[in-house]
C-alpha cells in the first residue's frame, strides 16, 4: 500500500475557480512534505516544502497546509489559471540521516483548468 | 532557469539497442542524484540512487545489468537502457539535491523513450 495517498485523483475545474488537493501520508519517521507541480511530458517542478514545525507555506497562489498530528497536508489553488493545469504530486520523505533520498511519491493529482 | 539538465529529451529506438541519457547539475555538485521512470498517469517511482564515486543504489525490482548507472563526475550521472524492448518505454526523470544539508530535490525535464 502507497504510503502517500493524494486526492481527488482527477479534477475539472473552471478559470478563476479556487481548489484544494488533499495528501495523507503514513510515512514515518516523517522529515518533511513537498509538493510538485508537473506539468505533461516535463519534470515535477517544486512549489513548497514544509518540515515538521510548519503548518502553512505559500508561493504565489499556491498555500500548502500540513497537518503532522493527523498526517495529512492540501495544497490551496486561488484564482486559477488555464497554465495551473498540471499534476500535483506530493511527496513525503522518511527522516533519519538519509532523509534526502528516503521519498515516498503520490500518484498525483491531474488537475484541468477549463476557460 | 533549469538547474538540472536532461539529455536527450526524446529518443527513439529500436529494440535490441542500447540508450543512455545524462543528467547534469547546471550550477551545483551532486554527489547523489536520483533516476525515476514514469508511466502515462502514474506516479514517479524510484529506480536507483547514483552515488558519486561508487556504486548506484538499486531499488528493488529494478535490474541493474538492464538499467547502467555511471556517476561519471560531480556533475554527471548516466542511466544507460541497455538490450532496450517495447517494455522499457517510459518517462525517464533525474534529480538531484542542490546544496549542503538542503533538501530540495531539483528534477531535470526528463527524457521521452521510445523502443520500437
Redesign the interface.
Known amino acids: 500500500k502507497n504510503q502517500v495517498e493524494q486526492s481527488p485523483q482527477s479534477l475539472i475545474i473552471l478559470e478563476g475557480k479556487n481548489c484544494t488537493l488533499q495528501c495523507n501520508y503514513t510515512v514515518s519517521p516523517f522529515?518533511?512534505l513537498?509538493w510538485?507541480k508537473q506539468d505533461t511530458?516535463?519534470?515535477?517542478?517544486?512549489l513548497t516544502?514544509m518540515t515538521f514545525s510548519e503548518n502553512t507555506k505559500s508561493n504565489g497562489r499556491y498555500t500548502a497546509t500540513l497537518d503532522a498530528d493527523t498526517k495529512q497536508s492540501s495544497l490551496h489553488i486561488t484564482a486559477s489559471q488555464l497554465s495551473d493545469s498540471a499534476s500535483y504530486?506530493c511527496v513525503v520523505?522518511a527522516g533519519g540521516p538519509d532523509?534526502?533520498?528516503d521519498?515516498r511519491?503520490?500518484?498525483?493529482t491531474?488537475l484541468t483548468v477549463k476557460p | 532557469g533549469a538547474v538540472v539538465s536532461q539529455h536527450p529529451s526524446r529518443v527513439i529506438c529500436k529494440s535490441g539497442t542500447s540508450v543512455k541519457i545524462e543528467c547534469r547539475s547546471l550550477d551545483f555538485q551532486a554527489t547523489t542524484m536520483f533516476w525515476y521512470r514514469q508511466f502515462p498517469k502514474q506516479s514517479l517511482m524510484l529506480m536507483a540512487t547514483s552515488n558519486e564515486g561508487s556504486k548506484a543504489t538499486y531499488e528493488q525490482g529494478v535490474e541493474k545489468d538492464k538499467f547502467l548507472i555511471n556517476h561519471a563526475s560531480l556533475t554527471l550521472s548516466t542511466l544507460t537502457v541497455t538490450s532496450a524492448h517495447p517494455e522499457d518505454s517510459s518517462f525517464y526523470i533525474c534529480s538531484a539535491p542542490k546544496g549542503l544539508g538542503t533538501d530540495t530535490q531539483y528534477f531535470g525535464p526528463g527524457t521521452r523513450l521510445t523502443v520500437l
Open positions: 522529515s518533511n513537498r510538485y511530458g516535463r519534470g515535477p517542478v517544486s516544502i504530486i520523505s532523509g534526502n533520498n521519498m511519491f503520490g500518484a498525483g491531474r
